[in-house]
């Protein structure tokens, strides 16, 4: 884990996670399970929960990537600790937390957050992978990324918060075909279904994370992001967010307006906004207080 010099405190220890700081303003998580394909754990899942909290309260940082090491992006959760967990919930063992957060799978899955979370998906996104990718923000996949909802061919049902968020992203028919069908998809094909933002080629099998193509596309949509004031790109997600949680457009834009835009006409970045296009100048924005 590497630290960042503007960080006013130290990101929280992961137990299958790698935390580093690539650009101003930017986080970057690798989920560094490869030989499990990625799939997680309830300890990282917790741990993920507590590090996007984090994230979210850093006023240094302004946008996150998540992504994956080895071949898979993440392969939904460790059935191994699954299939343990039901033995011994059968012999009566009911102690011990939910094995994922209130924020969902790998604390993204449901997560409503602050700050934007951008995905930069390297292979396979099935399970729970694909649950995170159906809530995440903004999502760049390699040519090589797979996606699915393979649940039913396992006896259990995707309960994580993609089912509802698919029918809304891709709608009703496309989301039956691969939920009750448990299919793949290739990258290409998430494109045309508008569950993703762009797909890219892939990187060599040896490829360092920062040099995949795929990473490097997270990175300029990232850098595109932290260039712009920090409190417009928090309160445009939430307005964006609140559209397609509450399904009523007006309903939306008036809680938009009566929570955050006293915060946003009372904040410096506003009137920085305002004031550098007067001069002809760039402006300079400062961490945001929302």
Aim: charged share 20%; aromatic share 6%; net charge positive.
């Amino acid at each position: 884990m590497s630290s960042h010099p503007s960080l006013k405190r130290r990101p929280p220890p992961q137990s299958h996670g790698i935390v580093t700081f690539p650009a101003p303003h930017v986080m970057l998580v690798v989920f560094n399970r490869p030989q499990a394909l990625n799939a997680m754990t309830s300890a990282a899942q917790y741990d993920l929960e507590t590090l996007f909290s984090w994230y979210d309260s850093e006023p240094s940082l302004r946008c996150a990537i998540v992504t994956g090491a080895g071949r898979a992006f993440c392969a939904g959760m460790d059935l191994k600790e699954w299939n343990q967990t039901n033995a011994r919930r059968a012999n009566g063992d009911h102690t011990g937390q939910p094995p994922m957060p209130r924020s969902g799978f790998g604390a993204l899955s449901r997560r409503h957050g602050k700050k934007p979370v951008i995905a930069a998906v390297n292979g396979l996104a099935f399970g729970g992978g694909m649950e995170m990718i159906a809530n995440l923000d903004l999502v760049v996949a390699a040519k090589a990324a797979r996606f699915a909802l393979p649940e039913a061919k396992r006896g259990v049902v995707a309960m994580a918060g993609s089912l509802p968020r698919l029918a809304r992203t891709i709608g009703r028919p496309r989301a039956m075909e691969l939920a009750l069908t448990g299919k793949t998809i290739t990258a290409t094909e998430a494109k045309e279904w508008g569950l993703i933002n762009a797909v890219t080629e892939d990187g060599p099998p040896d490829c360092e994370v920062l040099d995949r193509p795929v990473v490097k596309a997270a990175l300029e949509y990232a850098a595109s992001i932290v260039n712009n004031s920090p409190d417009s790109v928090i309160i445009s997600r939430a307005g964006i967010v609140a559209g397609w949680e509450d399904g009523s457009a007006e309903n939306a834009s008036r809680l938009l307006s009566e929570n955050w835009e006293p915060s946003l006409n009372e904040g410096k970045n506003l009137h920085e906004g305002v004031r550098a296009f007067a001069e002809k100048r760039a402006p300079q924005w400062v961490d945001s207080k929302l």
